[in-house]
């Protein structure tokens, strides 16, 4: 018995790594079509290990495959583990013997402690369980053996070692799928952190030159620069400073629609990229823009922040021309007096500012 318990129990963390390797993104997903093939090869994985068991008499088999339905109740839900459950509930049927009924009460009291357990991880939002609750997970799991001819004897020689293996199964297992889990949300943060400003919590400029890489007809390209910046950290200091730039950030994201975006371009340079614009409706959109950041005092100034805008739209040039471009834009509205917009036009003319109904964010993208 302990030889095939040792042969299953290899079985099972090598199939529990195989089943790591197809999470391949964080958060992970609970729909869709990886979803449910995720949920198909949990599903296959009790089916296997059935095909190696120990059998202690005829038609009485033991092995891990509660193991697997334990772990999708946990993370994904009752629903889903009595649907990762139910294939080798069917073949466990299928097999018949007299050990059916202690089968089916088995995999049913690891569902419902599994169940009990998930609801109270929820309880605390990013708790997982911890190790010594897993025995717990199994303590029925081989009970009902007490029911067959002989229950007592088998109960005794067999509940301890399943009890041991479907732990140590559990604990090695989950483990495994455990430590991919920190792996790919570590690996999320950091492509995270590598794309965003620490400081306004905008795309940075590296997620910024990634984007304009891969500019459409109708988008516009902003560059925003914010007025006498250097006036503010003298007056008030550079933490002050640091505050206009996290309010000016908050301003400009306020304004962007669906898949338009807010960028911190350096310094006190931010950017924004707009999607889909009519090439008439771009001095307004830049001009809504500006007027969402003057609107109002700045909390940490008690004044009122203006910038200035330089806009250009798409065309098929190098990214390198299209900045070039917004930054003459912006140069000439810094040298009009600044708080304006200038949108750089074909020809290398410069379009002022016009007094247009801006255009309102689209709310339902």
Not at 37 to 44: E, N, Q
Not at 236 to 243: A, K, P
Not at 283 to 301: D, F, G, K, Y
Not at 309 to 334: C, E, H, N, Q
């Amino acid at each position: 018995m302990l030889k095939s318990l040792l042969f299953n129990l290899t079985l099972l963390v090598t199939l529990h790594y195989v089943l790591a390797q197809s999470y391949r993104s964080w958060p992970v997903a609970r729909e869709g079509l990886g979803y449910w093939s995720r949920l198909a090869l949990f599903s296959v994985t009790p089916v296997l290990l059935m095909l190696v068991p120990a059998e202690i008499q005829e038609g009485i088999f033991i092995d891990m495959r509660s193991v697997p339905g334990a772990f999708v109740t946990l993370v994904y839900g009752p629903l889903a583990g009595v649907l990762v459950t139910l294939p080798v509930a069917l073949y466990r049927l299928w097999l018949g013997g007299s050990g059916v009924v202690a089968a089916m009460s088995s995999l049913i009291s690891v569902l419902v402690i599994s169940s009990l357990l998930r609801h109270v991880m929820l309880r605390r939002p990013g708790s997982w369980l911890h190790w010594k609750w897993i025995p717990v997970v199994f303590c029925l799991n081989g009970v009902a053996l007490l029911l067959l001819p002989d229950g007592l004897n088998l109960f005794t020689q067999v509940y301890p070692a399943l009890l041991l293996f479907n732990t140590v199964g559990a604990v090695v297992g989950w483990g495994i799928l455990r430590d991919r889990f920190a792996t790919l949300r570590l690996t999320r943060d950091w492509r995270a952190a590598a794309v965003t400003d620490a400081l306004t919590g905008l795309a940075n400029r590296r997620q910024f030159d990634e984007d304009a890489s891969h500019l459409e007809p109708g988008d516009v390209l902003m560059l925003i620069d914010l007025d006498h910046f250097k006036r503010v950290n003298d007056t008030f200091g550079h933490q002050v400073g640091d505050d206009v730039l996290r309010e000016v950030a908050r301003r400009l994201t306020g304004e962007g629609r669906g898949r338009d975006r807010a960028y911190r371009y350096g310094g006190e340079e931010f950017a924004m990229i707009f999607r889909a614009v009519p090439e008439g409706a771009i001095p307004s959109v830049a001009e809504r823009l500006r007027l969402a950041v003057a609107a109002q005092m700045i909390p940490a100034t008690n004044e009122r922040v203006t910038v200035s805008i330089g806009a250009v739209a798409f065309s098929r040039v190098p990214v390198s021309t299209l900045l070039a471009r917004a930054d003459t834009a912006l140069y000439a509205a810094k040298e009009g007096g600044r708080d304006q917009v200038q949108v750089w036009k074909k020809g290398g003319e410069l379009m002022p500012e016009q007094q247009e109904d801006p255009v309102q964010p689209d709310t339902d993208s």
